[in-house]
């Protein structure tokens, strides 16, 4: 019904795509009989099979599309697309439809269950909760919110008889509409509507690079960080809101002991990072320095992986810095769990106001390619993780060395005395 509101572009094109015909026969029926019984349509297209379309008084053209066969999306622009059944449907389609939108700056709304889908659907979901690059929102509705099928809504007989019939995650997936995270995730705790922010970058705090070179990913982080008592946060949260025109005007808090208000906590901040896969350090290094915090680096402010300081031919990537970008880097061997729980600790953690201490930015890419690499760090949160367990086999100890550039290098700040 949300949905209904963009058929009224005159003589527009909607599409339904779903991943086959039938499966976008409900809601174009849902449309088809609302507008009928409006008086709305003018002309039909009702096969049992095969695509179904209908145009209405005001010359907009309703149409279903199966992604799959790739050729019917194409054609002319639509106005609108509605994805149905979108976990069913792979993420190339998914590309395909964004494309066709782009002429007419078309509104997309996907919908589906995910029922044990962990595709790119169920990760949209969980990257949309937050802010994000593409503006997208993620909303569930869950089975209880049809009062019809089950009147008591949350406690309704059946909904409870279910949840105690089902483990927790698979409960809240299937009943819940919220998908549970794929086992051996390092950083379960990750969730993008807490750790994901609308932050920018601000001058008036300390700003690190943190620098990861791999060998098929270069990771580059822009890190910020500020240490003030509870009292200090809490002026500094008030002000932010843009509510009181100074300091002096801001009412103290009452909820807090004055021992509480002068405990420090220092909040972690990834503004920003350049990420790229086969890349050299002196192709990276020119991008960094074209970045508008690049001036606020100061020499001594940077570290990297304790293999940027292995002579590799000629020169290590610290000298390779040095050289070109003037920035002298520290480095120090750490232990993969140290780096591990340096980060884990920090996401686990907030303030007594509620504010996490370690954030990253909306702008990060949150996204990964279509070989499955992660395109930033933010990304690599849902994809890095321990191997799969199998009974008989031992569990590691260690997780597996891909999709973790960034967190490495966001590991190195804590051992510079300053977050960690």
């Not at 209880?144 to 105690?164: H, Q, Y």
Request: hydrophobic fraction near 40%; include cysteine.
């Amino acid at each position: 019904m949300d949905f209904a509101g963009e058929c009224a572009v005159p003589n527009g094109l909607i599409w339904i795509v779903g991943p086959d015909y039938d499966q976008c026969k409900p809601e174009f029926m849902y449309l088809y009989n609302a507008f009928k019984a409006l008086g709305w349509v003018v002309k039909e297209s009702l096969p049992e099979k095969g695509s179904r379309s209908m145009t209405l008084d005001n010359g907009c053209r309703i149409q279903t599309k199966s992604s799959d066969d790739t050729r019917a999306l194409a054609s002319f622009a639509p106005h609108a697309i509605l994805m149905v059944e979108a976990g069913q449907q792979t993420y190339e389609i998914y590309l395909k439809v964004i494309e066709r939108a782009l002429e007419h700056n078309a509104r997309i709304i996907l919908s589906g269950t995910f029922e044990g889908d962990l595709s790119w659907y169920a990760e949209m979901w969980e990257k949309w909760q937050g802010p994000n690059p593409e503006g997208g929102q993620s909303f569930s509705l869950p089975s209880w919110s049809n009062t019809f099928l089950f009147p008591g809504g949350r406690t309704d007989p059946k909904i409870l008889a279910m949840e105690t019939s089902m483990p927790a995650e698979l409960f809240a997936e299937r009943c819940g509409a919220i998908p549970y995270k794929p086992a051996g995730l390092v950083f379960r705790c990750f969730t993008p509507a807490v750790h994901v922010a609308e932050l920018d970058f601000d001058p008036s705090w300390p700003v690190e690079l943190a620098i990861d070179p791999a060998q098929h990913t270069y990771a580059v982080l822009a890190v910020q960080w500020k240490t003030l008592n509870l009292l200090g946060w809490w002026y500094y949260d008030q002000m932010k809101t843009g509510k009181y025109a100074n300091v002096d005007a801001v009412p103290p808090p009452t909820q807090f002991s004055a021992a509480e208000l002068l405990v420090e906590y220092t909040r972690v901040r990834v503004v920003d990072e350049v990420y790229h896969h086969n890349i050299t350090a002196q192709q990276i290094i020119p991008i960094v320095m074209m970045k508008p915090w690049w001036k606020h680096i100061k020499p001594s402010a940077g570290t990297i992986d304790i293999a940027g300081t292995h002579r590799q031919a000629n020169y290590s990537q610290v000298q390779i810095w040095r050289e070109i970008a003037n920035v002298n880097l520290r480095s120090r061997y750490i232990f993969i769990e140290e780096s591990i729980n340096v980060v884990l600790l920090r996401l686990q953690s907030k303030d007594p106001l509620g504010v996490p201490l370690l954030q990253f930015s909306h702008k990060m890419r949150q996204d990964k390619n279509i070989e499955g690499r992660a395109m930033g760090t933010v990304a690599e949160m849902g994809l890095y993780r321990y191997p799969p367990w199998s009974e008989g086999r031992s569990i590691s100890d260690k997780p597996v060395d891909s999709n973790n550039d960034g967190v490495k290098a966001l590991a190195h700040p804590g051992y510079s005395r300053v977050w960690g």
